[in-house]
């Protein structure tokens, strides 16, 4: 638990100014068909405005927290700090603890990497509907799943690379031919990410391209919720010394050959609501991620569904 | 401007005469373009700048600020990608105007 701060006539104005801009977007309409999936990202930060921070914000500003107060234990923030903060701070302001449960609902996104990572093990966060898999069958449909990241923050990271291979990465620094591999594991928090789910069938392709889209199958959907992503890279080093009797080790030239790649799984905050997308948004940019359980290791810049 | 006559025929392309197919493309990039606008001024794009450090401070304001500023980099980006997709309306409308006369001297 933190504590919070903070003055009572702009939260209001914040308030008014949540409300004025939930209000705008849920006032804006078309009928076009290609601005479908424009509509549907309008329809999300409506949410995100009107449903999640406006109650939030009433909330804090309904609070009691300074009228009913407790004291909590030695150490925890609390309100005896405030002192702390009106040195800071006018002396208008407010601070009550930021608990999240007496300000509102559960902020998204809050766990910390260790409370993410034991909900994942406990299986309280449940991971997005896999893609489909060909299984190996050739001309067999598969899907993958791309995310557009709009906004993403950085939950934690973890190094999981084993103490055998970091050994084998030291003693690569003094010998002819070395090996290097890590792996990170990263959460992430997506807030209202663009993930577009596309049918492709397994045959060959061009592995920059990757393969083609099954016309008429994608789906898309806005979500928010955990991203967790392993990311491995490994390096191979070979190194030559110039000329005979040569005791300088600087003296030669290293041939390396890297490779990375990265698997990973979505834990939505609520069930995606995957809708039919009439017409591709041009000039997006390249997804942050695509997975697939088919050949995601295969195709550049896609990874694999899972593990 | 007035268009030549010519130009304000009304060949056949595709089962649908070209004019008001072009005029149909016009229209809806001319309405994209509108909804761009409008999500550029909305105060979506602004809101975030009323939930700084000067309103607020604590875990839950910066989740706050965050979201709002997440939510600004959605709208831009579908901002700009409306854009884009009327001025692909309006190449195809271009290009149906210049096949009308090839259409007419046939």
Not at chain 1, 123 to 143: E, F, K, S
Not at chain 1, 268 to 281: C, I, K, L, M, N
């Amino acid at each position: 638990m933190g504590l919070m701060a903070y003055d009572h006539r702009r939260v209001d104005a914040l308030r008014l100014g949540l409300a004025a801009a939930a209000e705008e977007l849920r006032g804006i309409r078309t009928h076009d068909p290609a601005a479908i999936d424009v509509m549907r990202m309008l329809a999300s930060a409506h949410r995100t405005l009107a449903e999640e921070w406006l109650p939030r914000v009433q909330s804090i500003l309904d609070s009691t927290a300074m009228t009913l107060c407790v004291r909590s234990a030695v150490g925890v923030a609390d309100v005896d700090q405030r002192p702390a903060f009106i040195e800071i701070r006018d002396p208008g302001w407010v601070t009550p603890a930021d608990q999240h449960p007496i300000l509102g609902p559960q902020v998204p996104g809050s766990l910390t990497f260790d409370e993410v990572a034991a909900q994942i093990r406990t299986g309280v966060l449940i991971p997005m509907a896999a893609p489909v898999d060909a299984n190996g069958r050739a001309g067999a449909h598969y899907t993958s799943l791309s995310f557009e990241s709009g906004g993403q923050k950085i939950v934690g990271e973890q190094d999981l690379t084993s103490n055998l291979l970091k050994v084998i990465d030291f003693f690569s620094d003094g010998l002819p031919v070395g090996w290097r591999e890590h792996q990170t594991l990263t959460i992430y928090y997506l807030s209202n990410a663009r993930v577009i789910s596309r049918a492709h069938v397994l045959n060959a392709y061009d592995r920059d391209d990757g393969p083609e889209t099954v016309p008429g199958q994608t789906k898309a959907a806005f979500v928010s919720g955990y991203m967790a992503v392993v990311n491995e890279a490994s390096t191979a080093e070979v190194s030559f010394a110039i000329g005979p009797d040569i005791q300088d080790p600087t003296q030669g030239f290293a041939i390396s050959q890297s490779l990375s790649s990265y698997s990973g799984r979505f834990y939505p905050d609520s069930p995606p609501d995957f809708q039919p997308v009439v017409v591709e948004r041009p000039n997006v940019g390249a997804p942050t991620w695509t997975f697939t359980r088919s050949n995601g290791s295969l195709v550049e810049g896609w990874g694999t569904w899972g593990s | 401007m007035a268009f030549p006559q010519w130009r304000r025929g009304c060949a056949s392309v595709g089962g649908m005469s070209t004019s008001p197919q072009v005029e149909q493309l016009r229209t809806r990039a001319r309405q994209l373009r509108s909804l761009s606008g409008l999500i550029g001024n909305c105060r979506a794009l602004t809101v975030y700048t009323l939930a700084g450090p000067d309103t607020w401070v604590g875990p839950t304001p910066r989740s706050c600020s965050d979201a709002l500023l997440a939510v600004r980099r959605q709208l831009q980006a579908n901002q700009q990608s409306l854009v884009d997709l009327a001025r692909g309306l309006d190449r195809r409308a271009d290009q149906l105007e210049q096949q009308l006369p090839i259409v007419k001297a046939s």
